[in-house]
Structures are given as C-alpha cells and as structure tokens.
C-alpha cells in the first residue's frame, strides 16, 4: 500500500460529472449520485497499463486461456490461504450474474426453484423469474444475516416437491454488508446436503471486506464440495464496463460444470478478461489503499448518521462499499411497494423523498424484495466529501418537511 494514495480522493465533482456511465447519466447534475455500485475512483494503474498495451498491440479479440482462473486462484490462495481453485473446473461467463444464469441452468430446469435470503440483490429476482424458474425465500434475521431456521424449512418444502433446487446466496451479501462466517457457511452446506439442494454463491463483493471481518469463500467449507461460485473482479476494481466473469465449480460440481456449451465462454470480453486477470495478479497494493479509505468512510458515514440523521438506523457493513441505512421511523414508507422486487432505477418511500428533496440519488430498499420496504442503500465509496455533503442534503431535507408540518 505504501505510496499508493487513498483511490477515493483522487477525483473531483467536475472530474465525476464527465463520465458517462449510468451513475452519472441517469439523473440531472444536481443531484449526488450515491446508488448504484460503481465507485468514484481512477482505473488503478497496473490495470490501465494492460489495457494500454493491449489496444496498441490490437489485442482485441476473443478471450483464450485460463489466465484469468489462474490469476483468481493466486488471489484467493494469498488473500484467504484458499489453495482449492482448480483452474481446470472454472469457466469463463459474460459477467457474474449471467454466469449465475448459465449455472442454475446447469442444475435445474423450467419450473425449479430458486431459494434466495432477501433483503438481496434485484437482479437474483428478475434474471431467475425470467428464465422460468421459481423464486422462494428464506430471509435474513432482522439483523442481517443467514437464518438457517428459515432456510432449513424451506429447504425441507422444496424437497419435498422432488424437483431440483439451488440456493442463491450473495457471499458477502448485498444490501446488507453481511460477511458470512466460516461456521454460518458450514452450517448452510450441511443443510443444503441434507435437503439435496445445490448451492450458488455469487462472490463478487469477496475482496472488499473491511477491518473487522473475514471473507470465507463458501466452496472452502467443509461439506460444499458440490457447490459453484461466481466472482470477478468487477466490484472491488470498479471493472463494471469490462464485462467478464469466473464460474468456480467445487470438485463435485465439476461433472456439472463439463456441461456448460462452450459458446458461454464466447461472451466474455478479451479486454475483460485482460483487465480482471491484471487486478488479481497485481492490484493488490491498490486494493488494499481502496479497503483502507472505505473503512475511513465507513466509520465518517456512521459518525455522520448519528449526528445529523438520528432517526435513521445504520448497522455498520461487515464488507462492500453500500450502507443499508434503515428510515422507517423517518414514516415515508411506501407499504403498496412491499414484496415486489423491482429494476435497480424504481424508486419509493424515502428514497424518492431524498431524490425530490435533498437531490441526493440513493437505491430503493423496496427493490430488494421482502424487508427492504423503508429502508435505503447508499454507496459510499466516494469522497469524504461527497458522503459529508450527501448527509447534510438528507439531514436538511428532513429539517424542512419538520418544519413544514402544523405545528412544526
């Protein structure tokens, strides 16, 4: 990490503002953009210098090779003492959620099931539902983890039914921050071995745990020997636009996996793929200067909601970069929104009054399925100064509607 700056504060407002990408170009310029999960950061240098030399060489054609698994699995052996990736069961996918897709297609057919532990990330909804499957839920505890009661009786009712299943986990999970532990991961892979249900793990937050916390990878459990992961370097590289990602299948999933057709592979970009590998291999140093600015920003966004936004519950994330702030009692929830996940744009209860009133462009809780109704997500991995001044925006926001009320 020495001499590598805090990546968050390298770019201005103005810096922000010329970017095209969906962050910035969904809502007018006067409004901070804190929803979706792209960060405000510089390519990190090591990255740009691959890209670069690709596109002089005009590298750019189809993606070959495992370079990209054997990066990974370098990664996951010094940064999680994991030396189970086999680079001969991996295979390369678009991106992680389409991966995901080719994955629980692998396992399951029309009219299957699909488990998820919602509050979750929106895409799990429309991605499963769209290729017919059937989506059931076993939701977090109210403090935002697993609940392996839940998971144990939904699991026991699908296999009841006698058709496959899969669950769908978010490892570490979004929206909530929640990292797994070890002990959480072995007692979900004893259940889904009983039940006959196959596991998923979508691993693509792994790198950005913070202080505090450690990342397990589920395929390193003891017992999840039949599972698959999906990971990439999108997220803690913010490679979004560099579309690539790595089906890892565990030893006995590995005969599955010999399945997927070949063209899957196809989908992934040469240039993604350079650009993934080349964060495993040598972004390390930048990552962890990234890790570190987040936990900074991590404790400022807690200091900041307990000063200025006290009505507001705020369970500090375990990992990613997305708060999952609690605005129930602020009494703006939208109760006709629960239950029906929708696109990661559509807006309600208190995120639509920040947007209106503060300016402030925050994901709706109500997207992420049951329990997120009232509640908000807000990605701080930006600036301290933007997290500062996205804070005073709601806190005056919420001053004014006070103020405007009788009596007030």
């Given at each position: ?200 793990s979508d691993e693509i937050h792994s790198p ?178 933007v997290v500062t001044e996205v804070v005073d ?7 004014v509607r006070e103020m405007s009320r009788p009596?007030?």
């Open positions: 990490m020495a001499g590598i700056a805090n990546p968050l504060e390298e770019l201005s407002l103005e810096d922000l503002r010329r970017r095209t990408s969906v962050k910035w170009r969904t809502y007018p310029e006067d409004v901070l953009p804190l929803w979706v999960a792209e960060m405000d950061v510089r390519l990190a240098e090591p990255i740009a210098a691959a890209l670069v030399q690709a596109i002089e060489h005009g590298d750019t054609g189809y993606p070959s090779g495992r370079g990209l698994a054997e990066a990974y699995a370098g990664f996951a052996a010094r940064r999680w003492g994991w030396a189970g990736v086999d680079p001969a069961n991996t295979a390369l996918a678009p991106d992680v959620m389409l991966g995901i897709v080719e994955v629980i297609r692998l396992l399951t057919s029309p009219g299957d099931t699909v488990v998820v532990s919602a509050p979750v990330y929106p895409p799990f909804y429309a991605f499963v539902e769209h290729d017919q499957r059937l989506i059931r839920h076993a939701p977090c505890t109210e403090a935002g983890r697993l609940d392996h009661e839940a998971l144990d009786r939904v699991f026991g009712e699908v296999r009841a039914a006698g058709r496959p299943a899969v669950y769908l986990m978010s490892n570490p999970h979004n929206p909530t921050g929640t990292v797994h532990s070890r002990a959480e991961l072995e007692q979900l892979a004893d259940l889904a071995r009983r039940h006959g249900v196959r596991v998923v950005l745990v913070l202080a505090g916390a450690a990342f397990t990878p589920y395929l390193s459990v003891a017992g999840a020997e039949d599972g698959f992961a999906v990971v990439a370097a999108s997220k803690a590289w913010n490679l979004a636009g560099l579309k690539t990602g790595l089906i890892v299948a565990g030893p006995g999933a590995a005969a599955d996996l010999r399945r997927l057709p070949e063209e899957v592979g196809h989908g992934a970009s040469h240039l993604g793929v350079i650009a993934h590998a080349t964060a495993f291999d040598e972004g390390e140093p930048w990552l962890d200067a990234l890790l570190a600015g987040l936990a900074d920003n991590r404790t400022l966004l807690r200091e900041l909601v307990g000063e200025r936004l006290p009505q507001i519950g705020l369970r500090p994330p375990e990992g990613t970069y997305l708060a999952w702030l609690d605005c129930r009692p602020l009494g703006l929830h939208d109760p006709a929104a629960d239950g029906a996940p929708g696109i990661v744009t559509d807006l309600a209860g208190p995120a639509r009054f920040f947007l209106d009133h503060a300016r402030v462009a925050l994901s709706s809780g109500h997207v992420f399925g049951a329990g997120g109704g009232g509640h908000v997500r807000l990605n701080f991995a930006t600036s301290r100064a925006r709601m806190a005056r926001a919420l001053e009596g007030g």
